[in-house]
């Protein structure tokens, strides 16, 4: 199989992330222009959520349709894959009559085998290990407010989750310095930890993780999956809870991040998406257009990287 896929941030070059996220920037301005712009006129995305999602498919699918194409909605109950029927030979039928596939899931692994026997791409829409498409939005995001990201710091505070795993490898793709204040035993994993090397610090402190930061990042305690751990988190991540005294400590043009749904009152103090810091509301906005952007990289015909 030939196909180009975006699994994880490690399967662009670090030049090919930039375009997609400058082209994102400029399909953006199409779309507040109200320009038509249709590459994907005719070809169709398939849509596999094995978890559930706002944002995810509702980027996908408005970007699907606002490229020219169209996007199919695909639960396990709508699809042999949730009664059995092999990931492979799903991804052989599915890519004979789909342009491309995003599938939101569980296992990384299901990404990786249905990409092993797919004609066409397969995007990552999330996994328990990664959340690449996120990561394209956050940086689009930082680079609209405060330019290039490279050589800055940036702070990761909370579960060493799948997004804290992504802001590692963004670290390495995008060359900023990472810092990770989690409890003991929710660090991130170690496979990724080993390849930042030095471009990541693991720390227990989130004052000392934030200072001088300028970007500022966290996620929910508790991922789908995780409910009966609830308690436990709350209990353990108290401490690491992001107000606007841990942002004061950041530096002075700080932007703060969520990748959403947010639980104010856990991972955030309630005000804190109302801060003129935090730029969460463009973060989510801009799933969209970098997707736009990747998918037309992926899936247009003829497409040539800038």
């Given at each position: 199989m030939?196909?180009?896929?975006?699994?994880?941030?490690m399967d662009?070059?670090?030049?090919?992330?930039?375009?997609?996220?400058?082209r994102?920037v400029?399909?953006?301005?199409?779309?507040?222009?109200?320009?038509?712009?249709?590459p994907?006129?005719?070809?169709v995305?398939?849509?596999?959520f094995e978890?559930s999602?706002?944002?995810?498919r509702l980027?996908?699918?408005?970007?699907m349709i606002?490229?020219g194409g169209?996007?199919?909605?695909l639960?396990?109950?709508?699809?042999q894959?949730?009664r059995?029927?092999?990931?492979g030979?799903c991804?052989?039928v599915m890519?004979?009559m789909?342009d491309?596939?995003?599938?939101r899931?569980?296992a990384?692994?299901?990404l990786?085998?249905?990409a092993a026997?797919?004609?066409v791409p397969?995007i990552?829409?999330?996994s328990?290990d990664?959340?690449p498409?996120q990561l394209?939005?956050?940086?689009?995001t930082?680079?609209?407010?405060?330019g290039s990201?490279?050589?800055?710091t940036?702070?990761?505070?909370?579960d060493?989750?799948n997004?804290?795993?992504?802001?590692?490898?963004?670290?390495?793709?995008?060359?900023f310095h990472?810092?990770i204040?989690?409890?003991?035993g929710?660090?991130?994993s170690?496979?990724f930890?080993e390849?930042a090397?030095?471009?990541v610090?693991v720390l227990?402190d989130?004052?000392e993780?934030?200072a001088g930061?300028?970007?500022v990042?966290t996620?929910?305690?508790t991922s789908?999956g995780?409910?009966e751990?609830t308690?436990?988190?709350l209990?353990?991540f108290?401490?690491?809870?992001?107000?606007?005294?841990?942002?004061?400590?950041a530096?002075?043009?700080?932007?703060?991040?969520?990748c959403?749904?947010?639980?104010r009152?856990e991972?955030?103090?309630?005000?804190?998406?109302d801060?003129p810091?935090s730029?969460?509301w463009?973060?989510?906005?801009n799933?969209l257009?970098?997707?736009?952007a990747?998918?037309e990289r992926l899936?247009?015909?003829?497409y040539?990287?800038?």
């Amino acid at each position: 199989m030939s196909a180009r896929h975006f699994l994880s941030l490690m399967d662009f070059t670090p030049d090919e992330l930039a375009s997609v996220i400058r082209r994102g920037v400029e399909l953006k301005h199409l779309r507040d222009q109200s320009v038509l712009f249709e590459p994907l006129k005719g070809r169709v995305l398939g849509m596999i959520f094995e978890k559930s999602s706002t944002r995810t498919r509702l980027s996908f699918e408005a970007g699907m349709i606002q490229l020219g194409g169209q996007a199919i909605f695909l639960s396990p109950r709508d699809t042999q894959l949730g009664r059995g029927e092999p990931i492979g030979d799903c991804a052989i039928v599915m890519s004979r009559m789909l342009d491309a596939v995003m599938i939101r899931t569980f296992a990384h692994g299901t990404l990786t085998e249905f990409a092993a026997n797919s004609r066409v791409p397969v995007i990552n829409g999330l996994s328990d290990d990664l959340h690449p498409c996120q990561l394209l939005a956050d940086m689009q995001t930082f680079l609209e407010h405060r330019g290039s990201i490279q050589g800055k710091t940036v702070a990761w505070v909370g579960d060493g989750n799948n997004m804290c795993n992504t802001y590692i490898e963004a670290a390495i793709q995008f060359g900023f310095h990472l810092r990770i204040a989690c409890p003991q035993g929710y660090e991130p994993s170690a496979r990724f930890l080993e390849m930042a090397g030095n471009r990541v610090t693991v720390l227990r402190d989130p004052y000392e993780a934030v200072a001088g930061a300028h970007l500022v990042s966290t996620d929910v305690w508790t991922s789908m999956g995780q409910e009966e751990e609830t308690a436990q988190r709350l209990a353990r991540f108290a401490p690491y809870q992001v107000n606007r005294a841990l942002l004061d400590h950041a530096a002075g043009d700080v932007l703060f991040m969520h990748c959403l749904p947010a639980h104010r009152g856990e991972e955030i103090s309630h005000d804190l998406l109302d801060d003129p810091r935090s730029v969460a509301w463009d973060q989510a906005e801009n799933r969209l257009h970098a997707q736009k952007a990747l998918l037309e990289r992926l899936v247009a015909p003829g497409y040539r990287p800038a």
